[in-house]
C-alpha cells in the first residue's frame, strides 16, 4: 500500500534554528498538507498545498513557517527560527481528492511524522 | 471557521461492550466527515468516514452516524476489544478546493479486560 513518508523521524534543534521537516507524498496525490500535534493534544492543521501554492492556511501557519515542493516528488516544512512551542509531532499528509468536487471526500493519508524537539 | 467539539475526553468500557464518541461541528457548510483512530506514538489512521449525502454508515464492528439537522456525529464500536484502545479524532471539512480538516480533541478510549 502506498505511504506518505517522513524524514527525519526526530529532530533536536536548539531555539533560534532553522529546522527542515521532509516528506515524499503519495505520488498520484495532487493535495499536500502539514499538520502538528503538540504532545497530548489534538492534531492542528497549519497548511494545504496543491498545484504549486498554498490553498488554505491557519493562524498557526505565521511568517516563520514556509512550505516548498522544491522537485516532483518532495513537500518541504521550513520553521526559520524555532521556537520552544514549536516542539510538536508534525504530520504531513496528502490526498487525491474525490470528483466531482461536490462529492466532498478529501480523504488525507498520513505520514508517520517528525518529531521535533526545541530545546 | 470550522469549530470541532468531541466528547467524551476519556471512554472506559468493559471488553465486549459497546463504545460511543460524539462530535458536534459548526460549519453548516462542511459535508465530510472521517474518524481517525491513533495508537500511542504513531500516525492518525482513518477508520471510517461519512459524507453529508448519507445518514448512517457501518463497517463490521464499526458504524458512525450523521444528523446534519443537528450537526453532530458519532461513532459506534461494538464488542469492543483489546486492540480497540486508542485515541480517536473526530474531524469535518467542508471538502472544497484543499481544505484542510479541523479535528475534535480526542477520546481516549480504554477496553478494559
Known amino acids: 500500500e502506498p505511504e506518505v513518508t517522513q524524514t527525519p523521524s526526530h529532530q533536536v534543534t536548539q531555539m533560534g534554528q532553522e529546522v527542515i521537516l521532509r516528506c515524499v507524498p503519495i505520488s498520484n496525490h495532487l493535495y499536500f498538507y502539514w499538520y502538528r500535534q503538540i504532545l497530548g493534544q489534538k492534531v492542528e492543521f497549519l497548511v494545504s498545498f496543491y498545484n504549486n501554492e498554498i490553498s488554505e492556511k491557519s493562524e498557526i501557519f505565521d511568517d516563520q513557517f514556509s512550505v516548498e515542493r522544491p522537485d516532483g516528488s518532495n513537500f518541504t516544512l521550513k520553521i526559520r527560527s524555532t521556537k520552544l512551542e514549536d516542539s510538536a509531532m508534525y504530520f504531513c499528509a496528502s490526498s487525491k481528492r474525490e470528483w466531482p468536487a461536490y462529492s466532498g471526500a478529501n480523504v488525507l493519508t498520513f505520514g508517520a511524522g517528525s518529531r521535533l524537539t526545541v530545546l | ?113
Open chain 2, 1 to 113: 471557521g470550522e469549530n470541532v467539539e468531541q466528547h467524551p475526553s476519556t471512554l472506559s468500557v468493559q471488553e465486549g461492550d459497546s463504545a460511543v464518541i460524539k462530535c458536534t461541528y459548526s460549519d453548516s457548510a462542511s459535508n465530510y466527515f472521517p474518524w481517525y483512530k491513533q495508537e500511542l506514538g504513531k500516525r492518525p489512521q482513518l477508520i471510517i468516514d461519512i459524507r453529508s449525502n448519507v445518514g448512517e454508515k457501518k463497517d463490521q464492528r464499526i458504524a458512525v452516524t450523521l444528523n446534519k439537522t443537528a450537526k453532530h456525529f458519532s461513532l459506534h464500536i461494538t464488542e469492543t476489544q483489546p486492540e480497540d484502545s486508542a485515541v480517536y479524532f473526530c474531524a469535518a471539512s467542508s471538502g472544497g478546493g484543499a481544505d484542510g480538516l479541523t479535528f475534535g480533541k480526542g477520546t481516549h478510549l480504554i477496553i478494559q479486560p
